[in-house]
């Protein structure tokens, strides 16, 4: 029988850079999207305890339980202890590149007796197409099980006996494991029905753990926060979507941002937001791959843009634009947090903001590897379109779903964006309308300086003539428009900790209800670490050390963030989130050379 639903937090992700695997402390995998991160679910009772399938591995005479992940490794490990013994659960998914001779993709799961005799219970419970779409399973002698459905085939191979469910719709094992006994479980969307070979799971998990340490081996962090920072770059590097180079905002859909309440949304896509951002704090830390990788994904969407409508801000991972949002009224959401909803309508806001956010993330990764004309040609055309638009109201960077507005944010990143494009001309020598482009950037900057200021409040706000502050203006100093010093922001900074700041935790706006949507929401983490970052540059570093103390501590047993954090600490919203995870990194640099000085 399925489980109550465990605290988001209570995760551990593996995955093999195209999808991912949320794996829970009671040995649960909660959510699993096989072959892409949009694809429809396998496993989802996360959404739906009853409904959405499951496929668990755990110890039954366990009282308590312990994960953590295998050093410098995306390898999780699920320790179940007991009285008269300890049982443990690796997880992992074997990457899909070129590098490993099998084609990848695989979900392995071993199992292991560690001190005395450890009974293991197995079931493996589909629900194909968010358990919307029926299966048959069956038994298949010296393999395991396939389970067949319209949508594909998953097969199951053990090197252990399975049994049918009652229902016939599931397979079942028990195992008792000796003091070092192992048993193994690997599960292959739309693979071969063949049995495991002798010794197959643990190549797989050498070569696997071996990718990692590899990769991860190429970073330059050598600070004080090693292990979060490392572990922040490996959560992104699950992101990513290795065919195309896409990086996806979140791999899950429909994690309440309140419980209770509407504020579900997909993040299974890439918000050029996000992965641009994701590019610089990879960057930093010495990962060029990843943003090469980026950078021809979004060479692709600047050559197929919309005149009209010009670039989407999110895109799916193979860069289609077409992901019209549905309700699936037959799940009931984490608990019962519904609607659970697949696709984002957000797709058709405008937001002027993702120019800014794109060609800063170009002007970094051009100062590494010089861009190519075919990059710079389709960057040029899309800056042409933001001329035209950019003093048209937008959505902004949150996505409000209501009257368009003017927003400080959105001004604020089309100086960045004809700064930099300004900058990337001049370095490379690259053809430019240079005047048109220095007066643009010339006259976003007096509309933030002008229009978005509020004397009286001693503060930048929200948008011209509002009364909101805007968390997002934390960033100015971080994209140099603004001196960390700066008396206007140095102002906003005190209003936006007397307003929005909670101990360590920020919130994005006031809740005022201003956005479209009913309900409340958490602290969202983005914004605290920007605050970290803000501290820093205003020289309140023993400040910044604390709050960005006080933040760790609100990672998950594995290093792992959500997107906002709840009332009483508890994780919210789509889970990992890329963007806390960048911040992160990019507030733990700049508090190391802080620190350093």
């Known amino acids: 029988m399925p489980r109550p639903y465990l605290p988001i937090a209570e995760h551990g992700v593996v995955g093999d850079l195209r999808t991912v695997a949320l794996i829970g402390t009671d040995g649960n995998v909660d959510w699993y999207c096989p072959g892409r991160f949009d694809a429809p679910s396998l496993f989802g009772c996360l959404l739906d305890a009853e409904k959405g399938g499951w496929f668990s591995l755990r110890c039954r005479t366990a009282t308590q339980q312990k994960q953590l992940y295998l050093p410098d490794t995306n390898i999780l490990l699920t320790r179940f202890l007991a009285a008269e013994a300890v049982g443990e659960v690796t997880d992992f998914m074997v990457p899909r590149i070129r ?28 629900a194909f ?83 990692w340490q590899r990769w991860l081996g190429q970073s330059r962090y050598q600070g004080r926060w090693r292990e979060m920072v490392h572990r922040s770059a490996l959560a992104l590097k699950l992101l990513v979507y290795h065919p195309t180079g896409a990086l996806v905002a979140a791999p899950t859909t429909s994690l309440p941002e309140e419980l209770g309440g509407v504020r579900n949304w997909d993040y299974r896509y890439a918000w050029l937001r996000d992965a641009a951002f994701t590019v610089y704090a990879l960057m930093s830390l010495g990962f060029l791959e990843e943003a090469a990788a980026f950078m021809t994904w979004v060479q692709a969407r600047c050559e197929e843009a919309d005149p009209q409508q010009d670039l989407r ?16 009224g037959h799940l009931e959401g984490y608990c019962g947090s519904g609607p659970v909803r697949i696709g984002n309508d957000a797709v058709g806001q405008r937001q002027h903001d993702i120019y800014g956010e794109l060609m800063d993330s170009v002007y970094l990764y051009n100062r590494e590897v010089p861009i190519s004309y075919d990059l710079w040609a389709g960057l040029s055309r899309r800056l042409d379109w ?25 001004g604020l990143m089309t100086w960045v964006a004809f700064d930099r494009g300004l900058r990337v001309a001049r370095d490379r020598g690259l053809p430019a309308p240079e005047g048109r482009w220095r007066k643009l950037a010339a006259k976003a900057y007096r509309f933030v300086q002008e229009e978005c200021w509020d004397p009286q409040a001693g503060a930048f706000m929200m948008a011209p003539g509002s009364h909101l502050l805007d968390a ?29 700041v909670s101990d360590s935790l920020v919130h994005r706006y006031a809740r005022t209800g201003h956005d479209g949507l009913t309900g409340d929401e958490g602290t969202f983490n983005l914004c605290s670490f920007w605050y970290v970052d803000a501290l820093t540059g205003a020289g309140r570093v023993e400040e910044a050390r604390l709050v960005f103390d006080k933040m760790l501590t609100y990672a998950n047993h594995v290093g792992l963030y959500a997107e906002e954090i709840g009332p009483s600490g508890e994780a919210l919203g789509n889970f990992p989130q890329a963007f806390t995870h960048l911040a992160l990194i990019s507030a733990a640099l700049n508090l190391d050379r802080a620190l350093g000085r």
């Not at 801000?313 to 699936?328: F, K, Q, R, T």
């Open 99 to 126: 590098e490993f001779r099998s084609p990848g993709g695989s979900l392995v799961r071993q199992a292991s007796a560690v001190r005395g005799t450890a009974t293991f219970e197995l079931e493996c419970r589909p």
């Open 313 to 328: 801000i999110m895109y799916s991972v193979d860069g289609s634009a077409h992901i019209p949002e549905v309700e699936l």
């Open 472 to 500: 997002s203006v934390l960033c100015m100093p971080l994209v140099k428009f603004a001196g960390p010093t700066d008396p206007r922001f140095l102002s906003t900074l005190d209003r936006i900790r007397a307003e929005l």
């Open 129 to 211: 197409d968010y358990g919307r779409a029926p299966h048959t399973t069956a038994l298949v002698d010296g393999v395991g099980a396939v389970f067949e459905s319209a949508l594909g085939r998953a097969v199951l191979r053990t090197n252990f006996p399975l049994r049918l469910s009652a229902d016939g719709l599931a397979v079942e094992s028990t195992l008792d494991l000796a003091e070092g006994e192992h048993a193994e479980a690997v599960l292959d969307w739309q693979g071969e029905v063949r049995a495991l070979a002798p010794g197959e799971t643990e190549r797989q998990f050498r070569a696997t753990s071996a990718y």
């Open 386 to 410: 933001l001329a035209d638009h950019w003093e048209e109201p937008d959505e902004g960077i949150w996505e409000i779903r209501g009257p368009r507005q003017r927003f400080t944010y959105s």
